[in-house]
């Protein structure tokens, strides 16, 4: 059974730093497309990032500032994010498929993680 399970979300200041982590079970990360979403209270939900096979991208709004990394041993997908700005306060999820290229669509995304919310304070 695919399972994703994030966590790390909390109450930060504008300027600062928080580290995400979406563990996984019943599939290794290193195989699957792996995306963080976030969705922000009366807004769309939006991509934030992607990884599949070696290619990481990231939309505009937090390129530069944000890192997708995993760590296989753990089976963990994480997302680094720096620079927090309140903007950036959103629900934020992860998702993995099993195929495709990796995207920032939405609907080719089989699993979802619960989300942990991310509050940045100005």
């Known amino acids: 059974d695919v399972q994703l399970q994030a966590s790390g979300g909390g109450l930060v200041q504008a300027g600062g730093s928080l580290r995400l982590s979406c563990a996984a079970s019943?599939?290794?990360?290193?195989?699957?497309?792996i995306g963080w979403f976030r969705q922000a209270p009366g807004k769309e939900r939006e991509a934030v990032s992607c990884r599949h096979d070696g290619s990481t991208y990231y939309s505009d709004s937090v390129r530069g500032r944000f890192t997708l990394s995993s760590d296989a041993t753990k089976n963990t997908v994480y997302l680094q994010m720096n620079s927090l700005k309140p903007d950036d306060t959103a629900t934020y999820y992860c998702?993995?498929?099993?195929?495709?290229?990796?995207?920032?669509?939405?609907?080719?995304?089989?699993?979802w993680g619960q989300g942990t919310l991310v509050t940045v304070s100005s």
């Open positions: 019943g599939f290794t990360v290193d195989d699957y497309v």
């Open positions: 998702a993995a498929a099993q195929t495709g290229p990796p995207t920032f669509w939405a609907m080719m995304y089989d699993h």
